[in-house]
């Protein structure tokens, strides 16, 4: 296992296309996580998922966001009719979390650059 | 109040002494606390994690928790350029995420 992985690393689109991101977490994990980051900010909380269920999203998501785990496994996030504002890096994590399992914290993918022009 | 707050920096020390980093947060229901490191253009990577009040060290680093004041802390010592980064601080929140504070850069100069 080669840890997070995210695809693509880079992405350039015109605003008001749609793009869509893939996150592959560490096969044992069971928590998978999507952030965004802004330069100069630390990591914004977006969304979480637990197996295959989605159980929180951030009042950062706009309806124009969606993320997906269908089979528990990996996860994709899409933006709608992108802004320029959606420029950001956004990063996937994953952990190991349970009831009596102790939280060592989340393992981030290397992200994808997201460029609106 | 932000949930986790950071002095942004940055913070210049010279080769070879201790970089003091502090965090403090607002949910006093928080049991996990997390440093990661983030070079530019990187993502974070995770160094230190800490549960219980008092020190924990590994290696040149040592996280420091005080729950009562709400404060978390990281010491390096024997600063080395390869140290240079932002280092953000993290914190477990409703029992289910992650949340940040902004990073505080840190540069070490030889």
């Known amino acids: 296992d080669t840890g997070v992985s995210q695809d693509p690393r880079h992405k350039i689109t015109k605003r008001g296309q749609n793009v869509t991101f893939r996150c592959d977490p560490i096969?044992?994990?069971?928590?998978l996580y999507w952030y965004r980051q802004t330069l100069g900010q630390g990591p914004e909380f977006l969304t979480y998922?637990?197996?295959?269920?989605?159980?929180?999203k951030s009042r950062l998501l706009s309806d124009r966001f969606s993320a997906e785990r269908p089979k528990g496994s990996f996860s994709t996030l899409e933006i709608q009719r992108t802004e320029q504002g959606d420029s950001a890096m956004y990063l996937c994590?994953?952990?190991?979390?349970?009831?009596?399992?102790?939280?060592?914290?989340?393992?981030f993918g290397s992200g994808t650059r997201l460029t609106v022009v | 109040q932000k949930e986790v707050e950071q002095n942004s920096g940055p913070l210049s020390v010279p080769e070879g002494a201790i970089a003091s980093l502090n965090c403090t947060y607002s949910?006093?229901?928080?049991?996990?606390f997390f440093w990661y490191r983030q070079y530019s253009g990187k993502s974070p990577e995770l160094i230190m994690f800490?549960?219980?009040?008092g020190d924990k060290e590994d290696g040149r680093f040592t996280a420091q928790l005080n729950k009562a004041s709400q404060y978390v802390s990281l010491l390096i010592r024997d600063s080395q350029p390869s140290d240079s980064a932002t280092y953000l601080c993290?914190?477990?929140?409703?029992?289910?995420?992650?949340?940040f504070g902004a990073g505080t850069i840190l540069r070490v100069k030889s």
């Open positions: 994590a994953s952990s190991l979390t349970g009831t009596g399992v102790a939280n060592y914290g989340y393992t």
């Open positions: 096969s044992e994990h069971n928590r």
């Open positions: 998922f637990q197996n295959e269920a989605q159980l929180e």
């Open positions: 949910d006093r229901g928080s049991q996990s």
């Open positions: 800490i549960y219980s009040n």
């Open positions: 993290a914190v477990i929140v409703d029992g289910n995420k992650l949340v």
